[in-house]
């Protein structure tokens, strides 16, 4: 019976984020139309910009793999009952140290790759410190402070890639040394795709996580506090020490995200190195319901989006624009998460009377 019930409660966790998903394509669709195109030649340029090939496939992971660990970020963060918004400025500051650290010579491959994806989550959870901190010693909410924290990491990354790493003229850090390359796939497949070993990196970090939320003491006293901090701190957990822990593992993980670009996509710190990815990591954790498994194809979701949308104004004349609009509405309609849960509790003989 107890099984029966947690599968009806899985099934319904699961159905929330589809309803979601499938809403926001059916309004998508009639926006389409209201604007003129045909919803149909739409849809199909995208999928086959995110899927219509070996490439195409290769292109739509590259896309999900920061946003598994920026939404990994965030998912971990809310477990501990935190929203952590300023996994953009972490994954920044990670991205720059492993350009910085990648720059080192003379250091063996089987040294300098893991020294510098250490270096770089470190960075990403020295980051998150002093909100973790005035967090749970002060009680200063962490939305204030991450999103300060965000615009710092902007000017101070800034400086530090323009004026202290780079060449002078140049809009971007040197190149790192092959030692600190992710190894990309295209060496083997014969393809022309940039994705590299980040995304096996992804996986194997969602499974870690996974297994400590909910298989070790630490993931049980993270939750206990999400859950409630009075009633942990009652069972004899520390909320504050917890408090600063979770924070501290989710800013490295949007660290790690950040060493992944700059190890394996551009192999240096540049204008543009973020595509907002720590924002978009919010979205992907609402949508994936704050689960490991969740997040995995949330970013697999909005990976498809960003790299399909390209498709859709070259094959269908729709403006890139609605791929925006898109994800907006699923975030609308994730946000609306009473509303799913109470379609989808209705009985037939609840609407009598």
Same mark, same amino acid.
């Given at each position: 019976m107890a099984e029966d019930i947690n599968f009806k409660n899985l =099934?319904?966790?699961i159905s929330i984020p589809l309803l979601a998903i499938l809403s926001s394509f059916i309004i998508g669709a009639l926006i389409v139309m209201a604007s003129g195109y045909d919803p149909v030649a739409t849809y199909s340029a995208l999928l086959q910009g995110a899927f219509g090939g070996l490439n195409s496939i290769a292109d739509t992971l590259l896309a999900a793999t920061p946003l598994i660990f920026t939404g990994l970020a965030v998912a971990f963060a809310f477990r501990c009952g935190l929203f952590n918004i300023g996994g953009e400025g972490q994954l920044l500051v990670g991205g720059l140290t492993a350009a910085w650290i990648g720059t080192f010579k003379g250091i063996p491959m089987v040294i300098h790759l893991p020294l510098t994806l250490l270096v770089a989550m470190i960075a990403g959870a020295l980051w998150v410190a002093i909100?973790?901190?005035?967090?749970?010693? =002060?009680?200063?909410h962490e939305v204030i402070t991450t999103i300060m924290f965000n615009y710092?990491?902007?000017?101070?990354?800034?400086?530090?890639?323009?004026?202290v790493l780079a060449k002078p003229g140049s809009i971007q850090t040197p190149n790192i040394e092959s030692s600190a390359y992710l190894w990309r796939f295209s060496n083997v497949l014969g393809i022309y795709s940039y994705l590299n070993i980040g995304f096996i990196i992804g996986?194997?970090? =969602?499974?870690?996580?996974y297994y400590l939320l909910w298989k070790t003491t630490i993931g049980y006293e993270i939750r206990a506090v999400g859950i409630s901090p009075d009633a942990a701190e009652y069972g004899g957990i520390s909320a504050a020490r917890n408090i600063i822990l979770a924070m501290l593992i989710s800013g490295a993980l949007a660290g790690l995200g950040g060493a992944e670009r700059a190890m394996g996509l551009f192999h240096n710190y540049?204008?543009?190195?973020?595509?907002?990815y720590g924002f978009t990591g919010i979205a992907v954790a609402l949508l994936g319901r704050n689960h490991p498994l969740g997040v995995f194809f949330a970013a697999l979701l909005f990976g498809a989006l960003s790299n399909g949308q390209d498709y859709m104004n070259m094959l269908a004349g729709v403006p890139?624009?609605?791929?925006?609009?898109?994800?907006?509405?699923?975030?609308?309609?994730?946000a609306a998460d009473l509303l799913f849960r109470r379609v989808l509790a209705l009985k037939p003989e609840g609407r009598k009377g």
């Open positions: =099934l319904k966790e909100p973790a901190i005035l967090k749970a010693k =002060l009680g200063v710092i990491s902007y000017s101070l990354v800034a400086y530090f890639s323009l004026k996986i194997i970090v =969602l499974f870690v996580i540049r204008n543009g190195f973020s595509a907002e890139v624009d609605l791929v925006t609009i898109l994800q907006a509405v699923i975030i609308l309609f994730v």
